[in-house]
C-alpha cells in the first residue's frame, strides 16, 4: 500500500568439524556468535570462534553476582553536583549508582546497568538508589535537592508512582527537594504512557528533567505537552 519497510538482520554461524560435531554444542555457539553481532553493531555477521566462549561465560558470571549485589544491597550510591549557571551556588545533586565487585573492583555503570536492563532488574537498581538518595539528602542543607534517573524500564512499571510515594514518606523528604530525570530516548519509547505517570510525579510537587536532550528525537513540539 506504498508502504517501505527497511529490514536489517544480525547474524551469527559456526563452523565444526564433522567428526566433532556435537548437536548439543553447535546451538549454543551459533547462539554466542548472534549475541557478539548483536553487541557490536546492527547488521553485523560473526562467526564463532573460542575467545566468545569465555565472554561469554564470564558475561553470564558478572550476571550472578550483579543479581546477589542488588538482593544484597551492595548497589553504592555517589553525587555529581549541579551548580547554577553561574557556578556559585549548588542547588542540587545528581545520584548515581556504583557498584564495586568484590574480585574485579569497580564495575563501569555503562556496563552493569546494561547488564540490569537485560536481567529486569534495573527497577531494583532505581529503587535502592532512589531511597538512599532520599535518606541522605534530608541531611543536607535545607534548600539543596538530589537527582534521581529513571530509565525507561522505570516508565514502564505502572507502580512507579506509588514507590517513589512510598519512599518518599518513609524518609521524611520533601516532595519540593527530589527531582527524577528521565532521558529523551527514554521519553520517545513511552511518549504516552509516560506522559501519564510524569504527570502524577510532578502533582505531587517533584520537579521532572529532560536528561541527554538533543541526543535523539530533539523536537522541541513535544516538550509542551510534558510536565517538564
Known amino acids: 500500500e506504498g508502504l517501505s519497510v527497511p529490514v536489517s538482520f544480525s547474524a551469527g554461524a559456526a563452523i565444526f568439524d564433522s567428526a566433532g560435531l556435537s548437536m548439543e554444542d553447535w546451538p549454543v555457539k551459533v547462539d554466542i556468535a ?20 569465555a565472554r561469554y561465560l564470564e558475561r ?31 542547588r542540587c545533586c545528581e545520584a548515581l549508582a556504583r557498584w564495586h565487585h568484590p574480585d574485579k573492583g569497580p564495575v563501569a555503570p555503562n556496563i552493569f546497568i546494561q547488564i540490569a536492563e537485560e536481567m529486569g532488574i534495573v527497577s531494583d537498581i532505581t ?24 530509565s525507561v524500564h522505570d516508565l514502564r512499571s505502572e507502580g512507579l508512582v506509588e514507590t517513589v510515594k512510598a519512599i518518599l514518606a518513609e524518609t521524611g523528604l520533601s516532595t519540593t ?4 530525570e528521565v532521558t529523551e530516548s527514554s521519553l520517545i519509547e513511552e511518549l504516552s504512557s509516560a506522559r501519564a505517570i510524569l504527570e502524577q510525579l510532578r502533582g505531587l510537587g ?23
Open 34 to 53: 548472534l549475541f557478539e553481532s548483536k553487541a557490536r553493531a546492527k547488521g553485523q555477521f560473526t562467526i564463532f570462534v573460542g575467545e566468545m566462549d
Open 127 to 150: 529503587v535502592q538508589v532512589l531511597r538512599r538518595a532520599c535518606i541522605d539528602c534530608r541531611t543536607w542543607p535545607e534548600g539543596l535537592g538530589v537527582s534521581v534517573n529513571l
Open 60 to 90: 553470564q558470571r558478572l550476571k550472578e553476582d550483579l543479581r546477589a549485589a542488588v538482593e544484597n544491597g551492595d548497589i553504592t550510591v555517589v553525587y555529581q553536583p549541579m551548580f547554577t549557571p553561574d557556578g556559585r551556588d549548588i
Open 177 to 180: 527537594r527530589l527531582h527524577l
Open 206 to 228: 517533584i520537579t521532572i528533567a529532560i536528561d541527554d536532550f538533543g541526543t535523539g528525537f530533539s523536537s522541541l513540539s513535544y516538550l509542551d505537552t510534558l510536565p517538564i
